[in-house]
T-cell receptor, first 121, second 115 residues
């Protein structure tokens, strides 16, 4: 079955440690995204990538890093520079809208993974 | 700047009744898309329905319909014949025509369906 997988489901980090969250998709999507969700709030974009070996900062990129070496994979590293990393992290993917034109582009919904809940001890 | 506002933090609805979840948006883009997602307690975001800014008809998907009023910049979600499984968080989101194609989310509405 096609979809997005995220691992681990739960992750605990000590202060000062870097941790990496995995995101893999087999939907053949070019675009991938990382969002952060805090309790009682909506999602905020951390990083996104529209093509392999290229990625862009979102609204809250400070303290995070990503890589996009393969189309299927978009791992997120939460560094020690992220002062308040406890949150729910969601990865998403979509067709790269740039190639489809506006009429079809706008329907390219993002498909989400099951999320990783990160807690700092 | 784009913004999504959901003014209802929580709502109750009786099973089998209809419910409307409010969403207003702000954008200077002429072309944009509006989305609704459902987030059950498991955390996964489930796409429900989409409305394009140039779509003349309101979108419908099964029991979900979108009441799109462009002049008022509102995109309310209507769930008909509520079921217990509809209890979840619901998020309204918007995507404009900038290069990132990112989604801007509202703060969500928690819906509880009563038996």
């Amino acid at each position: 079955d096609g979809g997005i997988t995220q691992s681990p489901k739960y992750l605990f980090r000590k202060e000062g440690q870097n941790v990496t969250l995995s995101c893999e998709q087999n939907l053949n999507h070019d675009a991938m995204y990382w969002y952060r969700q805090d309790p009682g709030q909506g999602l905020r974009l951390i990083y996104y990538s529209q093509i392999v070996n290229d990625f862009q900062k979102g609204d809250i990129a400070e303290g995070y890093s990503v890589s996009r070496e393969k189309k299927e994979s978009f791992p997120l590293t939460v560094t020690s520079a992220q002062k308040n990393p406890t949150a729910f992290y969601l990865c998403a993917s979509s067709i790269d809208s740039r190639e489809t034109g506006w009429g079809i582009l706008s329907y390219n919904e993002q498909f989400f993974g099951p999320g990783t809940r990160l807690t700092v001890l | 700047a784009q913004k999504i506002t959901q003014t209802q933090p929580g709502m109750f609805v009786q099973e089998k009744e209809a419910v409307t979840l409010d969403c207003t948006y702000d954008t200077s883009d002429q072309s944009y898309g509006l989305f609704w997602y459902k987030q059950p307690s498991s955390g996964e975001m489930i796409f429900l329905i989409y409305q394009g800014s140039y779509d003349e008809q309101n979108a419908t998907e099964g029991r979900y319909s979108l009441n799109f009023q462009k002049a008022r910049k509102s995109a309310n979600l209507v769930i008909s014949a509520s079921q217990l499984g509809d209890s979840a968080m619901y998020f309204c989101a918007m995507r404009g025509l900038d290069s990132s194609y990112k989604l801007i989310f509202g703060s969500g509405t928690r819906l509880l369906v009563r038996p």
